[in-house]
């Protein structure tokens, strides 16, 4: 009989008080990893279940693109939210140096991101995405609940009221309030009447509550108010900022104007150009200039932020 050597009864001691601590048997454990099969990647990763879930609504075999594409961006939003999540965690005890490894790792799934959306814009049958996407109406892009929950997450609300009313926004109003104001319903309005779309009332419907409870939970843990909680020293270290500057810069500046491009590949006749998006009305939502979102305005300068989103926009358009 082989013997047992001394580094696995030290592990098996410490599993033994492992669950002795829960009241649980080990023996009995041991006895069922006797009998378990070996894991699998396929179970594991649930490749089969995760294959299963493409369900194109049209015969157009670019549609199989689309839905992938987003599927594959909703991961990313997952990825980015569970970092915020730990970082929100930590509030009280945080440090640079995580603070700042967390940051790395959301810039780098949204620089992976905007780089991979060449797919969306050039990866498509310019007539198959017209044809398809006219069936998948209302639906839109726009109603990404995880992307809002990111932006929610990022920083104080009253950076997410639209522009043009933040001067009408008090301190001191509730959440509920402020959310009648945010700045995406510009982007989800009919441009004759200014009437919410069916596609804005439906991602209302569906997620302004849980969207409002959220931002009222995450009112002095965003990423914003962990930092501001930080030491004065803690707060001017360079690649904290450096990380911080280019978050601000990936969703507010980047990730809108691959979309902007986008819309400008595909969607070139009119009133069609607004139905193709499920209603959103891309000319004035997408491009930052008009927005002016910016999760840190205190980390950037006043030209800064007066020019915010026109480098990008000169870049997209030497792209071309």
Known sequence: MTKVNDDILA???????????????????????LHANYLNYWDYVEVDTLLSLQKPRTPIKDEMIFIIYHQITELYFKLTLHEMEQIAALKSTITVSFFTERLKRINAYFRNLTRSFEIMVDGMDHKQFLQFRMSLLPAS???????RMIEICAT??????????RNQIKADDSIAKKFEYIYWQAGATELATGKKTLTLTQFEDKYAGQLIRLAQAYESKN?????????????????????MRQFDLNVNVNWPLVHYKSAVRYLQRDPEDIAATGGTNWQKYLPPRFQKRIFYPTLWSEQEIEEWGKQGIIDLLNSK
């Open 11 to 33: 592990l098996i001691q410490q599993l033994d008080e492992k669950y002795k601590a829960s009241g649980q048997d080990l023996k009995a454990y041991l006895e069922g990893l």
């Open 156 to 165: 104080h609300f009253n950076n997410l009221v639209d522009k043009n009313h």
């Open 141 to 147: 892009g726009f109603q990404s609940a995880q992307y």
């Open 223 to 243: 990423m914003l108010a962990v930092y501001e909680s930080m030491s004065a020293s803690d707060q001017q270290d360079e690649a904290l900022l450096a990380q």
